[in-house]
T-cell receptor, first 116, second 114 residues
Framework: EAQVTQNPRYLITVTGKKLTVTCSQNMNHEYMSWYRQDPGLGLRQIYYSMNVEVTDKGDVPEGYKVSRKEKRNFPLILESPSPNQTSLYFC???????????????FGPGTRLLVL | AQSVTQLGSHVSVSEGALVLLRCNYSSSVPPYLFWYVQYPNQGLQLLLKYTSAATLVKGINGFEAEFKKSETSFHLTKTSAHMSDAAEYFCAVSFSGGYQKVTFGTGTKLQVIP
């Protein structure tokens, strides 16, 4: 089954304690992205990756890091989390060409993060 | 900078009525446009996308959207609302030809009244 998995699904942490949210896809997709979703703001892209070792900033990259050492994995790292990073985070993956099939981008189930 | 504006954060329709969710984009170059749906407590699912081919795009679950360059719009429609359509809908824009750098609208919550 094609899927994007994220772990953990829920996380409560304290300010300044480094954390990593993992993302893995089993579809051999080149492209992967991280988004955060906040009420009234929709989804905002944090980082994206076009392939292994190729990453770039999205609209709200401050306070986040990513790495893409393997094609299937795209972890999101918060080196020193702050309360304003409390949010719902989504990972997504897709092939490089949009194509005409609408079901070509897959989202993970989301990670709900609370930073105290 | 690219952006999308969704008019109406909440829309209510009766079951069986027309669904119209509005999206306008700001772009200096031809964009790629997307509509996503998010059901309660779930991730996002791509409904349809416009990639500079046909201006009328058909998606899943009976939804379609029409790209109108003169109006810089990409409104989402469905002729007959079903209770299962109740969800939040997001319009999004990209200039990269794919999903690399995507900017989302703030979302519209659709309520379907029986």
């Amino acid at each position: 089954e094609a899927q994007v998995t994220q772990n953990p699904r829920y996380l409560i942490t304290v300010t300044g304690k480094k954390l990593t949210v993992t993302c893995s896809q089993n579809m051999n997709h080149e492209y992967m992205s991280w988004y955060r979703q906040d009420p009234g703001l929709g989804l905002r892209q944090i980082y994206y990756s076009m392939n292994v070792e190729v990453t770039d900033k999205g609209d709200v990259p401050e306070g986040y890091k990513v790495s893409r050492k393997e094609k299937r994995n795209f972890p999101l790292i918060l080196e020193s989390p702050s309360p304003n990073q409390t949010s719902l985070y989504f990972c997504a993956s897709s092939p490089p060409l949009a194509g005409e099939n609408p079901k070509t981008q897959y989202f993970g189930p989301g990670t709900r993060l609370l930073v105290l | 900078a690219q952006s999308v504006t969704q008019l109406g954060s909440h829309v209510s329709v009766s079951e069986g009525a027309l669904v119209l969710l509005r999206c306008n984009y700001s772009s200096s170059v031809p964009p790629y446009l997307f509509w996503y749906v998010q059901y309660p407590n779930q991730g996002l699912q791509l409904l349809l996308k416009y990639t500079s081919a046909a201006t009328l795009v058909k998606g899943i679950n009976g939804f379609e959207a029409e790209f109108k360059k003169s109006e810089t719009s990409f409104h989402l429609t469905k002729t007959s609302a079903h209770m299962s359509d109740a969800a939040e809908y997001f319009c999004a824009v990209s200039f990269s030809g794919g999903y690399q750098k995507v900017t989302f609208g703030t979302g519209t919550k659709l309520q379907v009244i029986p």
